[in-house]
């Protein structure tokens, strides 16, 4: 098993290497540079000015130059500055946008698997009867309407006419001197809105795996003795069949790792939430070379941490694979 | 099934949001930011940096303008007045300014302000280390003194009008930044200004907060807070609005015209309309030989009713482009020469006499070949788009073939303006307080990368042109930018479209409003809620 994990381990970072390099080529391969982004049209920026921008940034030195120099202080942990006017450190520009991503994906991903999960078991159990097919409907919906659409109407609904919720932004003017209790509600009312779409439009995938794989279990020999022997059908169901449904889910749950700090453009555009999306969407669209790279990064450790875990976690908990290839 | 459920269910969806419709009271739903004297507006995008030498950014200048000053300003009228500086003068030969400060002006640690800071902020412009895009304006300065604390002079080596306006930029502390590295200086994130509000606080991708400057030269603003809220998205942005979220905002011609027009909406904001600073065209590659006849680009011209592309594009929120100018100010000439108006017979009559026929499918055709063309614009600008398609209906009309191709942005410089591999394009320019035309118009401006892509070479326009930015005689210099838009109205190498209304909308809580030539920021400091 150590030498397993060891082997898995050292593998990372030839695979890191990997992506970093053809990110990094593909990147600079999009026609316009950061320069270009910044002055094109401008009547105001002569050639040489564009230059002076040019050699500021690093851009007029060969490719591998500048790939070597950004892998250089990678290694040093240091993510370089932003192309982007301020030319702020790309790691500073992360940090302060990662903790309100993080915190908006953890709560909807426990909310998307704490009703997907139920729900797709009910479907399973409850197959083929219009109690299914209600589901099926449900979550099909969320799944199919358009996330922009629907926030709008639940703005214009809840915020506009209602006036119950915010409509968009994390925290109300003048927060700061609410007491502790009064930000948090605060906060609390901000994200009610945006966390209740997008775990509505998530549902649809998780909860229709989980009753496929339920379903599959549920038609196995072993739960057709389970309820030979006469047990309840409700401990076949929880603790006989669930127990095995449960294990690809875990392989899901590793791969939702790298999309913690990931986040939609779509969704934090229309909710104003300072996110990752936002930021990585910014950054490409300005060719903002290092904090794409910097973004990219990240997402990939986190992607390939995850496939670790869930391979581990799946080695946990089913003996067959601990077993079999020790 | 899946797409019959989903219709059933944007109906349900529909049906519930439209039956809520019962006017609610509106005093509960204001932010808690929204009273007081806090005035809170809107924007797109988040100011890049704060430092307006490095920032090219629309939304860091909203900022900037509210925390520095220049040396000169535009007025309510758009014509130049003293900011930071008191007055000035220009020496007979026009070749020097002198420029008489302002006393006991304070920047906003305490410190006074000087001719120190204006020689500072010349220098670290044309600095080659400073990664600005406005070195070129004061790349013409030959020397710039500062004899005492309270006057600047600019020499130039030949008379450069625009050169007065240039003053205009933002004045930075020397105090805070000499001898220091501007691109790693802490003010690009919490700048120290002159200017009527001083910054208080950023919080990065939400807002930025600015706070009235109780010592300011022309008295305190009235309005005590300002803050500028990032709302990416315009539609979130009027939500925000209706619920009182933002004080002011930009509207969409829709907006503008079908939903903002109930008595309830009417009662809580004042709309406003005048011209925006920018103008649409069709330009066309001056390079290919379909393009090089004049009588070609003027039968277009003719055959494109520009009222309609207002009235289709803008919902009638603008008016028709005749030159590079916007209507009202000092340069524009209302009356032009030699101006096509839309006439589709005129039209077909130039292009016979250009030697097209009509071949049989209704095209027009010349030596064999057929009059068709691409027009190119860019990605996400709905306006283009929809004018595009005008265009392409009305040209059909008269026997001219149109495509329209959209591809985006950066693609769009790089593979087909930069290379000149384009046929026509439809784009905006915004149209600069001084009317100098030299970037977008000399002939010398055609190299990659510059702004005269379409490659029009004309040595009269080239002379008014220099003409025209070499003296600081008003009267001299209008008779130039006349005759220059007369020779555009006839040769026509882009046909000028439109001038879009810029459309504010401020809440009516917001008093002391003085709609102007320049808009209704003029005098924000005077703005106030009663």
Known sequence: ?326 | MIPLRRLLLLVLLTLTACSQGAPADRAGSRGPGANGSSFVTGSIGEPSTLIPTLATDTSSSDIAGLVYNGLVRYDKNLKLEGDLAESWEVSPDGLQITFHLRRGVKWHDGKDFTSRDVLYTYRVTVDPKTPTAYAEDFKQVQSAQAPDAYTFKVRYAKPFAPALASWGMNILPAHLLEGRDITKSPLARSPIGTGPYIFKEWIPGQRLILEANPNYWEGKPRLSRYVYRIIPDSSTMYMELKAGGVDMMGLSPVQYQRQTNTKEFLARFNKYRYPASAYTYLGYNLRLPMFQDARVRRAITCAINKEEIIQGVLLGMGQIAHGPYKPGTWAYKAKVENDPGYDPARAQALLREAGYVMGADGILTKDGKPLSFTILTNQGNDQRLKAAQIIQMRLKRVGIDVKIRVVEWASFLTNFIDKGKFEAVLLGWTISQDPDLFDVWHSSKTGPKELNFINYKNPELDRLIVEGRGTFDMEKRRDCYYRIQEILAKDQPYTFLYVPDALPVVSSRIKGIEPAPAGIMHNFIKWYVE
């Open chain 1, 1 to 326: 098993m150590a030498n397993y994990l060891i082997k898995r381990i050292l593998m990372l970072i030839p695979l890191l290497l990997g992506i970093t390099l053809i990110t990094f080529t593909v990147i600079h391969l999009a026609p316009g540079e950061p320069v270009e982004m910044q002055t094109a049209m401008s009547p105001k920026v002569s050639a040489q000015s564009r230059a002076r921008l040019r050699e500021f940034y690093g851009l007029d030195k060969p490719l591998h130059v500048q790939y070597g120099k950004w892998l250089g202080n990678l290694s040093r942990l240091d993510f370089g500055r932003s192309f982007a006017p301020d030319n702020r450190p790309v790691l500073d520009k992360i940090k302060e946008r990662i903790p309100i991503t993080i915190s908006l994906n953890v709560i909807a991903l426990i909310l998307e698997f704490g009703l997907a999960l139920p729900i797709g078991i009910l479907a399973a159990v409850h197959r083929d009867t219009l109690l299914d097919r209600a589901i099926s409907v449900f979550v099909f919906v969320g799944f199919a309407v358009p996330t922009f659409w629907l926030a709008l109407l639940c703005m214009y609904f809840f915020g506009v006419k209602l006036s119950w919720l915010p409509i968009s932004g994390i925290h109300s003017l003048g927060s700061e001197q609410l007491p502790f209790f009064g930000r948090v509600l605060d906060l609390g009312k901000h994200l009610v809105l945006p966390i209740a779409i997008a775990t509505f439009g998530s549902l649809a995938g998780l909860s229709r795996y989980m009753r496929s794989t339920m379903i599959e279990v549920l038609s196995q020999d072993y739960i057709t003795t389970a309820r030979a022997k006469g047990v309840k059908e409700r401990v076949v169901i929880y603790r006989h069949a669930l127990k095995n449904a449960l294990l690809p889910v875990i392989t899901l749950l590793g791969f939702s790792l790298p999309a913690l700090i990931g986040g939609s453009v779509i969704f934090e555009t229309i909710f104003s939430i300072p996110g990752m999306g936002q930021l990585f969407y910014q950054g490409v669209m300005a060719r903002d070379y290092p904090l794409v790279m910097g973004i990219l990064v990240i997402g990939a450790c986190l992607t390939l941490i995850g496939n670790l875990l869930a391979d581990l976690s799946y080695a946990l908990a089913d003996p067959r694979i601990r077993h079999g290839k020790g």
